[in-house]
């Protein structure tokens, strides 16, 4: 079987907060259009690993590598300067600012010209316009764009986040917890968009609790257990059952491709 | 167990909606001022038939342009989740530096004005360096500066008057006229300095970058702002705006006057606050500000027109602030349930 290159990849990361080891050598393989789900008990390093891939924390060892190309994040702006967005699951969004001003935050246009070269003066119109353009793509149901995003559901506002990191992202989407704040609807409605994001064909990697769901989405299904990779597995390969037991180490798992 | 006395948290959460839908309505939060401004300059033109006579509503204004002028430094503070206390007390340090600069030490005008700016100024750096980067509240600190501040004014002045300052710093409380009422060229630049706070803060990055911070600080980060950069910047701008005060009081007094400042950062905060924005950060537009600066003038003034003891005019600065911190409370409740 000749699988693709990896779009994104980590070899052997190691990283250590006093005593405590939090990553012990960890690899990690995400494919081109894949949604590849990141699971794990509490404590197993799996928000540290992802810390690490977006930039948050530096790794003390092991590399990491965008298209083949080593890279090193100093910082989640870097890793977003090289193409990987980030959704967090707190809702990172300014509830006061409009739609079109949370999808440009940190990235606004400026107008043509004098008034935007030396006046420095917004080109609010097109942000409105390609914002709406962005949330349209990904079908997220909202009337107009310069509704301030606190008076959205928490599953619009998500919406908005994920439209965002689909919008900026060039490389690959990270949704860490994307659905840990909603409710059962709104979960649904978060499932639907990040469907919508892997269909146009950006890989996402889906850190997650709910296993239902990670069944639902993911292609492969990437295993920590005691800060390494336990084992990567399919939906259709594996049983949530066997999944939780790899997890929690009562059973071994094969790591395809590695 | 069928007892119908408990509270029914329903009402204010529907009080505190329909509050603030009323200022989602109205453009942010403008009306409501507004409307207050309104109804007591009607009340005052009622009470007293002064009031509404041209050389007594240039005088308001002339009042005003301190505080009027500090108040737009607050609310760029105030934006970001912000306080400064210290606002006075660094007005009264610029107006001493450009006075006894120029006066005592022979300094040329321009050169003293820009020095007692750009004291200022620095004083904005050190609030917003100690504020980001030892993350003290935003109130202690400037509490801290307030009593550096004026402790600096004392020492340099010596506890002196300075008089007869150069009469380039005069420039701005020379007047015109128009149709029989005079008014300072001061009360042009407070104008002026709303109308470009308004232009920065609604339509440059840099303002919807204070809002985000405001609002969300951590969000604001993640979305790859500097936010300490950006909230230092706000303060040293501040503290410039502190300082074109403290030559609009040169100019309007006429002397570099230690005990200036006396009760202005509070009189500016709560310009601020009678102006709609919020306490929490993130909300407000500056020229409700302006507005809450005016009707804080137009209390002053009208009731000393109709003989009302200044212990009065206070209390009624004090119940309007509550008032409108408590409209801000309701409906911050109302955004985090």
Redesign the interface.
């Known amino acids: 079987m000749s699988e693709p290159e990896p779009v994104f990849q980590a070899r052997g990361l190691v990283k250590r907060f006093g005593h405590v080891t939090a990553l012990s050598g960890a690899d990690f393989d995400l494919y081109p259009g894949e949604v590849l789900a990141v699971i794990g008990d509490n404590g197993a390093g799996k928000s540290t690993l992802i810390k690490v891939l977006s930039g948050a924390f530096h790794p003390d060892e092991g590399e990491i590598r965008l298209d083949g190309e080593l890279v090193h994040f100093r910082s989640p702006l870097d890793a977003r300067r090289a193409g990987i967005e980030t959704v967090y699951q707190d809702l990172a969004v300014a509830p006061a600012l409009d739609i079109a001003s949370n999808l440009f935050l940190g990235r606004e246009l400026r107008r043509r010209g004098p008034l935007g070269q030396f006046g420095r003066m917004l080109d609010k119109r097109a942000m409105r316009r390609e914002a709406s353009n962005a949330l349209s793509e990904l079908k997220v149901g909202i009337q107009s764009v310069r509704v301030a995003v606190e008076n959205l559901s928490g599953g619009q506002r998500q919406g908005v986040a994920v439209a965002r990191a689909a919008a900026w992202g060039r490389r690959l989407v990270i949704m860490d917890e994307p659905t840990a704040a909603l409710g059962v609807k709104e979960t649904a409605q978060v499932v639907e968009l990040i469907k919508r994001v892997r269909d146009r064909g950006l890989p996402v990697i889906l850190i997650s609790h709910d296993m239902p769901h990670v069944f639902e989405l993911a292609d492969r299904i990437h295993i920590m257990r005691l800060g390494k990779r336990a084992g990567v597995v399919t939906p259709q390969s594996h049983s949530m059952a066997e999944v939780v037991a790899i997890m929690t180490g009562a059973a071994a798992a094969p790591i395809p491709g590695a | 167990m069928t007892r119908t006395d408990t509270p029914t948290p329903a009402q204010p959460a529907a009080f505190a909606r329909a509050l603030h839908g009323a200022r ?1 309505a109205a453009g942010l939060s403008t009306a409501g001022p507004l409307i207050a401004l309104a109804l007591a300059m009607v009340f005052f033109s009622f009470k007293s038939n002064q009031f509404l006579q041209g050389q007594n509503l240039s005088l308001v204004t002339q009042q005003v342009v301190e505080v009027g002028v500090l108040a737009i430094g607050q609310t760029l503070i105030i934006l970001t989740a912000g306080i400064d206390l210290s606002c006075g007390a660094v007005m009264a340090f610029g107006m001493i530096v450009m006075t006894k600069l120029s006066v005592l030490s022979g300094v040329p005008a321009i050169p003293a004005i820009l020095l007692g700016i750009a004291a200022c100024a620095g004083f904005g750096l050190l609030n917003g360096a100690l504020v980001t980067k030892i993350r003290l509240p935003a109130f202690i600190v400037t509490l801290g500066t307030l009593n550096i501040a004026m402790a600096l004014v004392h020492i340099y002045s010596n506890e002196e008057t300075i008089a007869n300052p150069p009469s380039a710093m005069l420039f701005f409380g020379r007047t015109f006229t128009i149709g029989g009422t005079d008014i300072t060229y001061g009360v042009v630049v407070m104008i002026a300095l709303y109308a470009l706070a308004w ?1 920065v803060l609604s ?4 303002g ?2 204070v ?2 911070v405001g ?2 600080p ?3 980060r ?4 500097r936010t300490d950069r950006l909230i230092i910047s706000v303060y040293v701008v501040a503290g410039a705006i502190y300082g074109l005060a403290a030559l609009l009081l040169v100019a309007r007094t006429q002397v570099g006057d230690p005990n200036a400042g006396g009760t202005d950062n509070l009189d500016s905060i709560t310009a601020v606050v009678l102006g709609g924005t919020s306490l929490f950060g ?2 407000g537009v500056v020229v409700g500000t302006l507005i809450g600066a005016l009707i804080v003038g137009v209390f002053r003034n009208g009731l000393v027109l109709i003989g009302v003891s200044s212990v009065y005019q206070i209390l009624v600065t004090g119940i309007l602030v509550i008032l409108a911190v408590s409209v801000d409370q309701l409906s911050h409740r109302r ?1 985090r349930a």
Do not use: D, K
């Open positions: 989602a232009f339509q440059t990055a840099w919807s970058h809002y985000a609002n969300n951590e969000a604001t993640l979305s790859g702002i993130g909300r955004q």
